[in-house]
């Protein structure tokens, strides 16, 4: 209930503010499930992608951390959002199973696949669990470019910029149908193949340069090919959470 009273709320204020503008809103779906899988510039990047869609509640799962705190936990349960803890591989399953309850109970579930918010502005390589859980689940995934949200509420701010002409964009592609792939949840190749599909779609859609590597939480130095991470060395719930 205080999730349709917080959008209700918050749409009109934030859409006027920052005169977002919305394109392909008609390829997320009015019903069933689905992911929706976008760049990550900036913490309110969970706010606009879910006050932007028409008559759907959208879940992340969110840091535990968020719920430790008063400043954020009242927020993140009155919204609906699901506390997840990441420390090691039993909490990373039960993100997993977590995010798979919510699909098949038909609802939208945001997952941003590079893992944390871009550090500099580019588009970072994809992780792989965001294609392991819509081949799970059996559900597409949408595509979504986020444009200037990093304007709003830079990375290392505390609060959103309130200064005129901050414009904010976001854009949602075609649905990716990952049933070519059905039962190939542990085939890398497939897994890679979808990723690597999911974030030419976004780079294609955000305009973002693009950077074949691994996201940090700070700006990063190239790494040499021998020296990158093995594709499935994944933690799937750094993948899904809000943040």
């Known amino acids: 209930m205080m999730y349709w009273v917080f959008k209700a709320i918050l749409k009109p204020t934030l859409l006027a503010l920052y005169r977002i503008r919305v394109e392909g809103l008609e390829h997320v779906p009015k019903k069933g499930p689905a992911i929706i899988a976008a ?6 990047d969970s706010f606009f ?14 840091k535990a951390d968020y719920f430790t705190s008063w400043k954020t936990a009242w927020f993140f349960r009155m919204v609906g959002q699901i506390p997840v803890e990441r420390d090691d591989k039993a909490k ?17 579930l945001g997952i941003y696949p590079e893992g944390t918010r871009s550090p500099d502005g580019r588009l970072y390589r994809g992780r792989t669990g965001v294609a392991r859980l819509a081949l799970a689940a059996g559900v597409p995934i949408i595509p979504c470019g986020l444009i200037g949200t990093d304007e709003v509420m830079p990375k290392a701010a505390k609060f ?21 792939f059905e039962g190939r949840e542990r085939d890398r190749l497939a897994l890679r193949s979808i990723t690597d599909e999911l974030m030419f779609e976004i780079m294609q859609l955000s305009g973002q340069d693009y ?14 090919e ?18």
């Open 39 to 44: 760049n990550h510039l900036s913490f309110l």
């Open 49 to 62: 992608i879910p006050l932007v869609i028409r008559r759907r509640k959208m879940t992340y799962l969110a």
């Open 92 to 108: 990373s399953q039960k993100a997993l199973e977590t995010g798979l309850q919510v699909l098949q109970e038909g609802n939208l």
């Open 160 to 180: 959103p910029r309130l200064r005129p002409g901050i414009r904010a964009k976001l854009r949602f592609g075609k649905p990716i149908d990952v049933s070519r």
């Open 211 to 224: 950077r074949d590597e691994y996201a940090s939480r700070a700006a990063t130095i190239p790494l040499p």
């Open 226 to 243: 021998s020296a990158r991470p093995p594709e499935d060395e994944i933690v799937l719930s750094e993948e899904i959470l809000a943040g």
